[in-house]
């Protein structure tokens, strides 16, 4: 066998990629397995060792991926797809659900059902976190390069929705004059850190600029200039974030023009969405998201009869987007006249609780805290939320991509709940919470992969688990 080591020149052929874009073979001059950036299935690849691990190599392919859309790709680690028609990168996002359900669940004959495209594969991002870089012509934007937290400079990005790229541009202009320096991550020294920018449906848009500093004297004067030059900028914020982490936002946020929240929309459902709060980024997919999370929960009752819900728990809830935009349909009979949900933040609950106040006729019960203490802790709750949980017999759960808390599954199953609608954004821990709840007496029977990030490396899940029946 071949003693290969970094600088080595290797041959494989890929039998894999994944969703980050990287092309997976067996090296033919040691059979160990190699990860090279760029290279699709079926191609023999020849290229430079630039890690060695204990058991993978990574390698450098000879040919460079390049992509029309972009002009930074694939520098820039916003996109690792775009090298490839929008087509294969579907195929490629659907393998990856249909490989982690099979070899980190078990699951080998589980129906997949074909995976949801985006309407829009471009301009469809309504948020953009813009990192800033010190250049000898002036503060720069970017993001961060691959594999790194070097920033890549650009004028343009092929995800963004226009608006955001217009912003971005204007805050540069005005912070050269201002000549701000940049945050330095190895010496924790510099002010700006990054330039976050949200724009709704109706071309409406909030800013948030974070700075390492309890304050910053020029923010005001800031704003004003930036609202001048772009009038679709109806919130601005400063973020204080003086820790000594790469963390983009964190710390105390200061609205200092305009209105604390912003006004955006999922279908028909509005919501006011906070500098800190989570949104759905992608504006055209959601609700295809939605729509089919509403029919694994509702869609093959007959809500006409008796077992029409009166109650549903969304556990993960965020700012309500889930269980308000599902009070709003009204298919088959289904009202849904109660709605639990728990949240880590605050801000989310008390966004949350008038989002369904102001959208539906429901009753929202809405507590923030850690999921799993809250639930917990159930016999504690006020008796009137405490019936809630009970009485539902569905739960839809949104899980960060760590996914659940180790105690809900138990704590959900323990409710005696008919349905639960799993939405993931990391199929793999989709797949190790699905064994829990196997487990537990409940039964995968749909699986539908949406892809809400085009050319990213990235797949949302929408996975109905159902109780088995003695």
Known sequence: MAEIGKNSRITFKTRA?????????????????????GADVGETVTGTVIKKAS??????????????????????????LLHFPYERTLEIKYSYVKDSLERIAGLRDVEISPIIPSPEISKFRNKAIYRFKGSKDGIKCGFFRRGSH???????????????????????EILNEKKLSVYDEETGKGILRALMVRVSVDEKAMVCLSV??????????????????????????????????????????????????????????KFEIASESFFQVNPYAAPMLYDKAFEYAF????????????????????????????CLKDRAGVKIDRIFGVDYTEASIREATSAAKNNTEAEPYYLSGDAGEVLSAIDRLPDEVRSVIEEADTAVVDPPR?????????????LSLKRIVYISCNPATLARD??????????LTKVTPCDMFPFEGHVEVVALLTARTS
């Not at 400079?153 to 805050?171: D, F, G, N, Q, V």
């Not at 699905?434 to 039964?443: A, D």
């Open 17 to 37: 990629v994944s969703v980050q874009g990287d092309g997976i073979g067996v090296c033919e001059e040691n059979g160990m397995t190699v990860f090279c950036f």
């Open 55 to 80: 058991n993978y190599l990574v390698a450098k392919s000879d040919k460079k991926p390049v992509s029309d859309k972009c002009p930074v790709y694939p520098a820039c680690g916003g996109c690792s």
């Open 150 to 172: 070097d920033v890549v400079p650009s004028e343009s990005c092929w995800c963004e929705k226009p608006l955001c790229r217009e912003i971005c541009s204007a805050m540069l």
């Open 212 to 269: 390492n500093a309890d304050s910053l004297s020029c923010a005001g004067e800031i704003a004003a200039r930036l609202s001048e030059k772009v009038p679709s900028v109806v919130s601005f914020y400063v973020n204080s974030n003086t820790s000594r982490t790469n963390t983009v936002f964190s710390g105390t946020f200061t609205c200092v023009f305009g209105s604390k929240t912003l006004t955006d929309r999922i279908g028909e459902a």
């Open 299 to 326: 869609g093959d009752r007959d809500c006409e009869g008796k077992i029409s819900p009166s109650a549903i728990l969304d556990i993960y809830c965020g700012i309500g987007t889930i269980g308000v935009y599902f």
């Open 402 to 414: 760590k996914g659940l808390d180790e105690r809900i599954p138990g704590i959900l199953a323990g």
């Open 434 to 443: 699905i064994v829990k709840f196997s487990e537990l007496g409940y039964t």
